[in-house]
């Protein structure tokens, strides 16, 4: 289901040789100002996937949304992520200097990685019992907050490796969770970002197709 605070929805349709990237298909071609229509089906327009996601829409989810602004907006690749666990309902459990937060709003622009897998019927019924139980610990107070050692990446990652040691699985280290879950999904929100406010700026992105043998995007 389509959002609007996840941003509008990007086509990709081709002409001129061209993939071009739009809020919509134009009756013209923004590059030939030809009819852009085709009755040839490979050449239809395409609904492209965003990456960004409504966080209180997922369940027992690990959600990342920049500490200030939005991903569209405001982001520039680098700036700091805030992070949470949603529970079964996706209200977003979050750790801050004010202590553990519990969203049912904010969090509309996300990125979200499932911890649970499909079928784990047992766990989801304990989620957010495990949830809750976790967040009322002693080490979550407001007092023990510190912004580089003791934060809402400790939080939530801490919940991740409680929830692996009662399923009988290794734990993951900081660095091992951040390359397999996080990096992969940064680098695509980055892409899509960048296409996002290239249409949003000019009204359409065009790209060249690449050489006959490596094929069209």
């Known amino acids: 289901m389509h959002c609007?605070?996840?941003?509008?929805?990007?086509?990709?349709?081709?002409?001129?040789?061209?993939?071009?990237?739009?809020?919509?298909?134009?009756?013209?071609?923004?590059l030939c100002q030809q009819d852009v229509g085709s009755a040839r089906l490979e050449e239809a327009p395409i609904s492209i996937s965003s990456p960004l996601t409504n966080g209180h829409q997922e369940t027992?989810?690990?959600?990342?949304r920049p500490t200030q602004g939005?991903?569209?907006r405001e982001y520039d690749g680098q700036s700091d992520l805030h992070v949470g666990i949603t529970n079964t309902?996706?209200?977003?459990?979050?750790?801050?200097?004010?202590?553990?937060?519990?969203?049912?709003?904010?969090?509309?622009?996300?990125?979200?990685?499932?911890?649970?897998?499909?079928?784990?019927?047992?766990?989801m019924d304990q989620w957010d019992k495990y949830l809750e139980d976790f967040s009322a610990a002693g080490a979550w107070l407001p007092h023990r907050y510190e912004e580089d050692h003791h934060n809402c990446y400790s939080y939530a990652l801490t919940f991740v490796n409680c929830v692996l040691s009662i399923e009988g699985k290794a734990q993951l280290d900081k660095g091992e969770?951040?390359?397999?879950?996080?990096?992969?999904?940064?680098?695509l929100a980055s892409k899509y970002i960048t296409l996002y406010r290239a249409v949003e700026e000019h009204g359409f992105h065009a790209i060249h197709w690449p050489h006959p043998e490596t094929g069209r995007p």
């Open 4 to 30: 609007a605070e996840a941003g509008r929805p990007l086509i990709k349709f081709d002409h001129c040789k061209m993939s071009i990237y739009s809020f919509g298909v134009p009756q013209r071609c923004p």
């Open 177 to 187: 969770f951040t390359e397999k879950y996080v990096v992969p999904r940064t680098r």
């Open 60 to 64: 027992c989810s690990f959600l990342l």
């Open 89 to 123: 309902i996706g209200v977003v459990y979050h750790y801050t200097a004010l202590g553990v937060q519990r969203d049912r709003a904010g969090w509309e622009q996300s990125l979200s990685v499932p911890l649970v897998q499909p079928g784990l019927f047992a766990l």
């Open 70 to 72: 939005t991903f569209l």
